[in-house]
């Protein structure tokens, strides 16, 4: 072997040593179809590790929102799905579920068990196929919650300190707090979520309104589909929102989507925004001007009733049209996810963990993880908005016409009337019994 | 003879077949998908047919309907504005006799970039709070607009952009046929005593109809299948006030999953585009004829 020969191999040795795993891989490799969120680096870094301590490769295929959800649906489609793991948004999950493209995870192993440390999100990891209804205790295990996404309050906690404010646990101490700091353009007292898109305007006003006793339908999960998204308490929720965006809010709130929020907080021009938990990006002094400056509390509610958070969280589902090993190297990966380490791990990484055993750990404590508290603070309370698999559909009615409602292109009475009839006909078409209220005057 | 054609059907029969293969097939399942409804259970998918029932869902759609209006809206106006600041600026180049060609480069340079990036470009500049836009009219005394929130100036925004990044496609199609106008014609008209007015009037623009009949065709054709600028700036909103036809389609064939109803639109679209282009163009031809 010549000297540059040697030095060839010498380097390439050297090469394979550092990128060498600790274990050997012993499952055929994952690919997960997932979407760029403000929590994706921290999964990213995750897998990561599982590939460091496992040997076993993991492939992301990373979406915007509406792109994973095209993907999936093509995947389970198919003859054979490319992914052997799909993220699954709260919105859209029964959808895969309904349609019997989901393998229930103890159908692959059936030792397999939900870690009691993680969370169900209002059972959204059980499906009864029989009932068509989500059930823990006639459901099976469909999923693993990969990530908490749901809104908390955010709020600067220096700006609260100097003007001798108290965390809001209502919408009118919200208000108040929020006028407090209002000095438009420089600072808004708060920023909302108003824009329309796949499920954007709708996760922000639904805290509102469920607060308010108000909703889309009487009670989805019973199968009372009355529509009462005209009923006088979602009137009362969204009389709220528009109030808080008319008077203190972001000029505009109708065009603004969760990036513009997040934004102006990193920006330090809100003194509050209702937005998912992402920690990492307002302590990141390269992308933040607030660095610890931004503190946490569950979204406020009224005087009657708790805040009531909706879940936009994140499941793991296995499809069934995927080989046996694939379904097995898939379950391995979640079966990892779900401990201890892994969770801490996440944490650590910077995106919130599903874990009640690391929320409520000492880690809640230190002050780069305060969200915890909050988050922790929130789960219980949280609710679906869907449970039904004409979920995309209602939801471009609702995004449509709360953005208007928001924007002032309708008047409000009239937005939730039209959006009331419009919810009843995709309802009617889709088979279900679906009374209406009489329209809001 | 008979043998002449024979072979001359035989050699064109491939071509034929790859049109029929990659157009009127899919076409063809396009049209047979708007008659029916798709729903997947247990992983089979379930066709229903329904007639004509997604067809008359579409008079009812609030998102159809605003689509098609902004649609027409925006063609009409971005192409009219592009087609005018096109021509002039070929005109202007057309006299340029040093430098012709820096300015055509600069002028061409829009339309290289992708609409991804145009999108994100313009999104930065129109933004409320950080956009260089506003931050100029702050400097003069003047108030901060909402360009993209506002269901007033939005759809006007997106066709800023749109004027913006077509333009340069116009200008190009226009400068190559003027560099083709014979110059005998206009030396025996200034001999005439033809004014520069008079030789626009009397001999560029009628000899430019078919080049500005060609042009604005391609350019309403495009106009009509607008979507990449429209998804990043505005996502159809605020209200429907952005929502062109592209985005709906989008939205109730992927998003909403409505198979059959997005291909109801999508026939009706083609229908509705197909009639105003042959209207569009008739009419120049008719103009031309004269």
Redesign the interface.
Known sequence: MTFQGSMRAGVAAIALFAAAPLAAQDQVPVTIVINQSPWFPGFQKVVELYTKETGNTINLDVNPF?GS??KQ?TA??SETSPFDILVMNAGFFV?FY????IQPLTDIDPDFKLDPAIYTFDNSVYWDPETQQINAQTGSLHSVPVNPFLPILHYRADLYEANGLEVPTTWDQLYDNARVLNDP?KMYGISQRG????FDVTFDVMAYVWSHGGGIFADQKGGDFTVTINSPETLAGMETYIRLANDVG????????QTNVI??MA?G?AGHIQGVPAPALFDDPTQSAVVGLVNYAPVPGTQAMPGVAPLGHWLAGIP??IPEDRQASALAFLTWFQGDEAQRAYAEAGSPPVSKAVLESDMAQQPEYRYMTALADSIPNARLTFVIPEA??VL?VTE?RF??AI????PLKEALNTAAQEIHDVMVQAGHDTPMLEPLQ | MRSQTFWRNLTLAPALILFALLTLVPMINLVALSFHEVAWLNRISNWSFVGLRNYARLSGDTLFRAGIWNTVLFAVVAVALQMILGFGLALMTTQITRGRLFYRTIFILPILVPGIIIGAIWKLMYSYDFGVINQVLMLVGLTPQDWLGSSQLALLSVIVVDVWHWTPFCFLLLLASLETLPEDIYEAARTDGATGWHCFRYLTLPLMIPALTVTFVFRMILAFKVFDEIYLLTGGGPGTSTEVISFTIYRRFFTEDQTGYGAAISVATIAVIAMIIIAASRLTMKKETE
Do not use: I
Request: no cysteine.
């Open positions: 509406a959800l095209e649906r389970v489609r959808e309904t349609s019997g493209f353009p824009q329309r898109g796949t972001h000029p505009s709130t109708a065009g603004q989507t934004q102006n920006t021009r069934k049209n995309a559909q471009s449509l953005n208007q924007s002032g292109e309708l």
